[in-house]
Nanobody, 121 residues
Framework: HVQLVESGGDSVQAGGSLRVSCVVSGIDVRHYCMGWFRQAPGKEKEGVATINWEETTNYADSAKGRFTISRDNTKNTLYLQMNALKPEDTAMYCC????????????????WGQGTQVTVS
C-alpha cells in the first residue's frame, strides 16, 4: 500500500520561508520521480518541482531561485524548501510519485498525497 503524507504547511508572511515534507511508504523514493505540486482555489493543479532517481531536478519558472526540492533516502522523505514566499504561493501543496524522467505534468504521476496548506500574506 503506497502512502504519501505531507506536513509542514503553515501561514507565513510574505518574504518568509517554509519547508514542507512528504513521508513516503510503500515505495522507495530513490526509484521514482518525486514531485511537488500545488493548487490554489479556483485554479488548476500545477507542478512546482521534481527530483528523479538520478537526482536531476526540474523547477517551474515560478519556483526557480526560491524553492529547493530534496529527498532523504534514509527517511524515504521528500522536502520542499521555500524561500522569499509571495502571496501568490498560497496553495495546497501535494507530493506525488511517478515514473517519468522529470515531468511537471500532473498526468505523469500515479501516487498522490492529500496535501498541506501554505498561506502567505
Amino acid at each position: 500500500h503506497v502512502q504519501l503524507v505531507e506536513s509542514g504547511g503553515d501561514s507565513v508572511q510574505a518574504g518568509g520561508s517554509l519547508r514542507v515534507s512528504c513521508v513516503v511508504s510503500g515505495i522507495d523514493v530513490r526509484h521514482y520521480c518525486m514531485g511537488w505540486f500545488r493548487q490554489a482555489p479556483g485554479k488548476e493543479k500545477e507542478g512546482v518541482a521534481t527530483i528523479n532517481w538520478e537526482e536531476t531536478t526540474n523547477y517551474a519558472d515560478s519556483a526557480k531561485g526560491r524553492f529547493t526540492i530534496s529527498r532523504d533516502n534514509t527517511k524515504n522523505t521528500l522536502y520542499l524548501q521555500m524561500n522569499a514566499l509571495k502571496p501568490e504561493d498560497t496553495a495546497m501543496y501535494c507530493c506525488a510519485a511517478g515514473s517519468d524522467w522529470a515531468s511537471l505534468a500532473t498526468t505523469e504521476y500515479e501516487h498522490w498525497g492529500q496535501g498541506t496548506q501554505v498561506t502567505v500574506s
